[in-house]
């Protein structure tokens, strides 16, 4: 909501911070439950919840573009591809001996206070004076209008100003398809599985 | 703006709701369930919030994901039941033991 925070009422600001806390709670809420989740079917949809979840938070940050791609792989694609890796395994999570558990716990910790640390030299949401919305940005902003004549200037950029990078991103993607599908093999993908490759040879 | 603050509050609450029958479960059409209304409680939200910021905009983006989730709860369901997606929707599915509501299959 950074760009039309200059047009909005102060209750609409206050409205938007509320969802926002709202969306991150629940946010919070399926996360924890993801971790302790034994059954991976649940833990396959909960995760596909998270996605639209976050989806939804990256809307209200107006991050449209990135909420786009959340939504259409994290819980469109991911969620299927998960569930034929999942059909190759089996359906419940072994249970983790309980001695292993302290030190991932100290690791995420670690983690997330280093994460909290580095966020606090960013410079502060929406503000003018941010390295990203000067220099470059700011000449974006302005050429876009003229040179594209399109009304996003993220989709010109990505599109235009760096198509070959976009191209190159695309055959990253391309990649990892293939290993995905070299991983599950082609076969789970069109439903034949080695077991029943054999049955069939006999 | 308060209806529209109201409406949010109400579809978070709903939101709630849902997620609480996906932790829940226990079979596996309460969890698509759960997460396809959960899909559309989002979809919902998205549009009161651009109401909320003043940029009604955002219901072609509402849109969008009302086509996504619908498409991603067809894909979990035809997946649960013929244990693949290059199949027609009308065969035989494959695995009989599978049944759509056996959540907790071997």
Redesign the interface.
């Known amino acids: 909501?950074s760009a039309?925070l200059a047009?909005?009422?102060p209750?609409?600001i206050a409205?938007?911070l509320?969802?926002d806390l709202?969306?991150l709670t629940?946010l919070f809420?399926?996360a924890v439950?993801i971790a302790r989740q034994r059954?991976l079917?649940?833990a396959v949809?909960?995760s596909?919840?998270y996605s639209?979840?976050s989806?939804?938070f990256f809307?209200?940050l107006d991050a449209?573009d990135v909420?786009?791609t959340e939504?259409?792989v994290g819980?469109?694609i991911s969620?299927?591809l998960m569930?034929?890796g999942m059909?190759l395994t089996a359906?419940r999570e072994k249970p983790v001996s309980p001695r292993r558990a302290p030190v991932a716990f100290i690791v995420v910790t670690l983690v997330g206070a280093a994460l909290v640390y580095a966020s606090v030299d960013m410079p502060p949401f929406g503000s003018a004076d941010a390295p990203a919305n000067r220099y470059i940005g700011e000449e974006y902003v302005q050429r876009t209008p003229k040179e594209i004549a399109v009304p996003n200037v993220v989709t010109a950029v990505l599109a235009s100003y760096r198509g070959f990078d976009t191209m190159g991103e695309t055959t990253v993607i391309f990649t990892a398809g293939l290993a995905v599908i070299l991983l599950l093999g082609i076969g789970?993908?069109?439903?034949g599985r080695a077991v029943r490759d054999k049955e069939e040879e006999e | 703006m308060i209806m529209f603050a109201a409406a949010a509050a109400a579809l978070l609450a709903a939101m709630a709701l849902a997620l609480a029958r996906a932790f829940a479960g226990p079979s596996l059409s309460d969890r698509v369930l759960a997460g396809n209304s959960f899909g559309t409680k989002t979809v919902l939200l998205i549009g009161v919030m651009g109401f909320v910021a003043g940029r009604p905009d955002f219901l072609d983006i509402a849109l969008l994901y009302a086509l996504l989730n619908f498409v991603a709860t067809i894909a979990i369901l035809k997946f649960f039941r013929y244990r693949t997606l290059a199949r027609g929707l009308g065969a035989e599915p494959e695995f009989k033991e599978a049944a759509p509501n056996s959540g907790e299959a071997p």
């Open positions: 909501m039309a047009t909005q009422t209750n609409a409205a938007g509320v969802i709202a969306l629940l809420i399926v439950n059954h079917f649940a949809m909960l596909g919840i639209l979840l989806a939804a809307v209200s449209v909420a786009f939504a259409a819980a469109g969620t299927v569930l034929g059909l359906r789970s993908a069109r439903g």
